[in-house]
């Protein structure tokens, strides 16, 4: 570790749906509203790993067509822009598909996966506070920084409590699965992570080869050149402002000692005393820095455009794992 078994700048094909990372974002309430390019799609999970020898770990199916995994990794990205709350708890529930799991096994992954998702709740509601400060101000053309300092305060406490929460879950799932596939998911973890860190990085470009989520949003609001520019230096200058930058050591030992752990033929996830504040720093993080982008955008509107992106901000705010796990 860190040891991800997938060709990264997503190649591969895409498996799973991200039914079991806890939802998609819903479609629009309105006809008039537009909606997020991934709004009623299941999103995609990260592929596995291949183990040569596993026969009870699912292979990676053929290759998706270029048009089909573009769109899974978009959709998958937009998730991880915009949803911090479990950390790795979430990587984790977003990683439960497509493990070559008995029916039995399914069953029994099916209520704990519903048993993560129900322990990560407070979380959830905490960042959909987040979230929907985020399209109040938006929508006025001036974020409350006040608001939001405190709405993301409150994430990172209720985060910082998720992984205690789910210790007795991952002790289930640790005995659910077999030695192959828990190497499966903790791969599938990791490169959860991987993307997870590479669509919240401190830079946000707009050019075709590095489009990032400013990129995205010029085409959703039809951004003009000058908005663009105007964004991109507002955003830097108060991701540079704040001090704060985030460090991938804290987050990738955490990963190290749960996948050196869940690896292992016997499990305890309250020895891996790791996983509060790694949760707690990927939600502080993630929120922070959707909050900076947000900050920066909002003021260079027209009002037209301030109202989509609000409405798009508090889709991502309710969005609802659907009853099947997809």
């Known amino acids: 570790m860190i040891r991800t078994r997938w060709v990264w700048m997503f190649g591969p094909a895409l498996l799973g749906a991200l039914g079991a990372c806890g939802g998609s974002t819903p479609p629009p309430a309105t006809a008039s509203t537009t909606a997020p390019a991934t709004s009623g799609q299941a999103p995609t999970t990260p592929p596995g790993p291949e183990p040569a020898a596993s026969s009870d770990v699912a292979a990676a199916g053929a290759p998706a067509e270029p048009q089909e995994e573009d769109e899974s990794m978009a959709d998958l990205k937009e998730h991880h822009r915009h949803h911090h709350h479990g950390g790795f708890a979430m990587f984790i529930a977003m990683s439960l598909d497509s493990l070559g799991t008995t029916p ?9 996966r519903d048993d993560l998702h129900s322990k990560m709740q407070p979380a959830h509601d905490a960042e959909k506070n987040v ?33 205690d929460a789910v210790a ?3 002790n289930q799932l640790h005995a659910t699965l077999t030695p192959p596939q828990r190497i499966a998911l903790v791969d599938k973890v990791e490169a959860h992570f991987k993307v997870w860190h590479h ?15 400013l990129g995205k949003l010029a085409k959703e609001l039809a951004l003009t050149p000058d908005q663009v520019d105007k964004i991109r230096a507002s955003f830097k200058a108060k991701v540079a402002a704040s001090g704060k930058h985030f460090d991938p050591s804290e ?33 502080t993080w993630g929120a922070l ?36 796990g997809t």
Do not use: C, W
């Not at 039995?104 to 704990?112: F, N, P, R, V």
């Not at 190290?256 to 499990?267: H, L």
């Not at 900076?292 to 992106?309: G, I, N």
């Open 104 to 112: 039995d096994q399914e069953a029994a992954i099916t209520k704990i």
């Open 131 to 163: 979230l929907t400060v985020l399209a109040d101000g938006v929508a006025k053309g001036k974020v409350d920084s006040a608001k939001v300092d405190a709405a993301i305060a409150q994430l990172s406490t209720a985060s910082a409590s998720v992984h």
């Open 168 to 170: 007795d879950s991952l």
């Open 199 to 213: 669509v919240n990085g401190e830079e946000e470009g707009a050019d075709a080869a590095h489009p990032g989520h």
């Open 251 to 283: 987050a990738e030992a955490h990963l190290k000692a749960f996948g050196t752990a869940f690896e292992a033929d016997t499990f305890d996830a309250k020895s891996v005393t790791t996983g509060g504040p790694a949760n707690a720093h990927i939600a």
């Open 289 to 324: 820095r959707m909050a900076h982008f947000y900050e920066a955008v909002s003021p260079v509107l027209s009002p037209d455009q301030r109202t989509k992106l609000a409405d798009i901000l508090r889709h991502h705010a309710n969005y609802k794992r659907s009853q099947n």
